[in-house]
């Protein structure tokens, strides 16, 4: 029996501004200040880390597969 | 008594230190380097009056961290800053007693949250000069012909970043500290490339950046004695800062290393950057920075230019290519060799970039050419080459100086038919 449509979660994040891409290309991790700017962006997925600083947040985005062949965006939540 | 232009120097000694053992305290980037404005201009009011105090830097650290007790009491309506007061005090207290240790490390953080890899390469720059080395948001505007909005809105939408993005403000762990320090050199490096960049008319802030980058890197120098790069880098820019004046003549032209007056080259920064070198390359870890500086010194210490080592030079280029493998510096290679084992051999070299499609539109690759070919008498062949390199110059000094070989060469031309 179908349910009713519902709401399952929900965040805000943080501005674009305070976004930070990840790339990991040979042994080097690159990175640079904003969003994923490439011509033709398409978001493939999302993770939801907790981390205590921006270098932590990094250090799992420079692992994640997409990282080596395309970027990783790292974008913190909104505060509450 | 001191005058303000004496106090003005003890503040942008000092104030570095300071804004970051308040941001440390307090968390707050703005707060900090408010209540350290607040602090000097205290000192210009009291100091003339009462003398310097014995330790400046104490009692402006002093000075600024009562200010900003006193502000966090005043708004403290909120809980969470009822326990910044408190923290803050916690913090006088711990520091009284330990005395001016941490403080160093203070300076430390904030050196590599300012040159955080998270942050545009301009931010980078911007808040160094702004919190590191204090200079006004209207200074840095100027020595980067950007207007001072412009200039304020960098700063802000970094410092907001650094909060929002969660920046750690801390010296990086081991594992993140070598790539990370190469970040904070090149930053510094960054820094005394515009100043060197700037010719005799430019603003005099602009002027001054050569010297701000070399006072950041001997401060650095000194907070990580066992990084050999940081004294490389020092090295280096003294090395090419000893022949600022000689570069470019009354009529701002370019003069050739060659043709310099090395009697103009200031001896006291060659002897202080050799001698930094010596200490570095004592380490046994070279770095680029290091053989960079080597190269500088190769030239800098020959008698003339006919005694330059360019062996030495052309070896030493080879092993900057296998730190950095940059045509740019493959083709500084194809000079050195060439004046090591002839024009024949840099040529071939140089053919061999320009064949790999390397340094399309960067008009050093046919303005070496040509000044190759016009050595071995191929005259035709380096015109058009200097024509090339003219077409891509991007500024006035450099197109005045090739368009004089141009006419050199064509001149060669003439005498042999």
């Known amino acids: 029996m179908p349910g009713e449509p519902e709401r399952l979660d929900g965040s805000v994040l943080r501005p674009v501004r305070d976004a930070t891409t990840v790339r990991t290309r040979g042994d080097e991790v690159l990175l640079s200040d904003g969003p994923f700017a490439e011509t033709r962006e398409y978001i493939a997925g999302y993770d939801i880390v907790e981390c205590a600083d921006l270098d932590e947040a990094i250090q799992i985005a420079a692992r994640h597969p997409c990282a080596r062949f395309g970027a990783v965006e790292v974008r913190p939540f909104a505060e509450d | ?86 923290e803050l005090r916690e913090f006088s207290e711990r520091d009284g007693e ?80 070598p790539e ?29 950046l050569c010297a701000e980058a070399i006072r950041l890197a ?88 006919g005694e330059t080592d360019w062996a030495q030079i052309a070896l030493l280029y080879g092993r900057l290519v296998m730190m950095i493998p940059s045509p740019v510096v493959e083709l500084n290679r194809a000079v050195a060799v060439a004046m090591a084992d002839g024009p024949a051999a840099g040529l071939a070299l140089v053919e061999h970039l320009a064949g790999a499609g390397a340094l399309a539109s960067y008009h050093l690759l046919p303005a070496t050419r040509a000044h190759l070919l016009r050595r071995l008498d191929r005259t035709d062949e380096a015109a058009a080459a200097y024509r090339e390199a003219l077409a891509l110059a991007p500024t006035d000094v450099e197109r005045r100086y090739l368009t004089r070989r141009l006419a050199e060469t064509q001149g060669d031309e003439r005498v042999r038919k």
């Open chain 2, 98 to 177: 330990s005395g001016d240790s941490g403080i160093s490390d203070d300076l430390l953080r904030l050196i590599f949250t300012c040159c955080h890899p998270a942050l545009a390469l301009e931010a980078r720059v911007a808040l160094t000069l702004r919190t590191v080395a204090g200079l006004s948001t209207a200074e840095i505007a100027r020595a980067f012909l950007v207007p001072e909005p412009t200039m304020a809105k960098r700063l802000v939408r970094a410092k907001q970043k650094i909060r929002n993005a969660g920046i750690p403000y801390r010296v990086p762990p081991g594992h993140l500290l």
């Open chain 2, 218 to 305: 001997g401060t650095l120098a000194d907070l990580m004695p066992d990084e050999p790069e940081v004294r490389g880098l020092r090295a280096l820019m003294l090395l090419h800062d000893a022949r600022r004046a000689a570069r470019l003549d009354d009529a701002g032209d370019l003069i050739l290393l060659e043709d310099q007056d090395r009697g103009s080259w200031d001896a006291d920064r060659v002897a202080e950057g050799t001698r930094l070198l010596d200490t570095a390359l004592r380490r046994g870890r070279p770095g680029p920075y290091q053989v960079q500086a080597a190269i500088a010194a190769c030239h800098a210490t020959a008698a003339s230019a």
């Open chain 2, 1 to 86: 008594m001191p005058s303000d232009a004496e106090i003005a120097a003890v503040f942008r000694q000092e104030s570095g230190r300071i804004v970051a053992t308040l941001i440390r305290m307090t968390g707050d980037w703005d707060l900090a380097e408010e209540c350290v404005q607040d602090a000097f201009a205290r000192a210009l009011e009291r100091w003339p009056r009462d003398g310097v105090p014995h330790r400046p830097g104490a009692w402006l650290t002093t000075t600024a961290r009562n200010l900003a007790l006193d502000r966090l009491r005043r708004s403290a309506v909120e809980a969470a800053k009822l326990r910044e007061a408190a």
């Open chain 2, 180 to 208: 990370r320090l190469g970040g904070v050199l090149g930053v510094l490096y960054l820094l005394f490339s515009e100043g060197y960049a700037a010719t005799a008319g430019a603003d005099l802030v602009r002027q001054g």
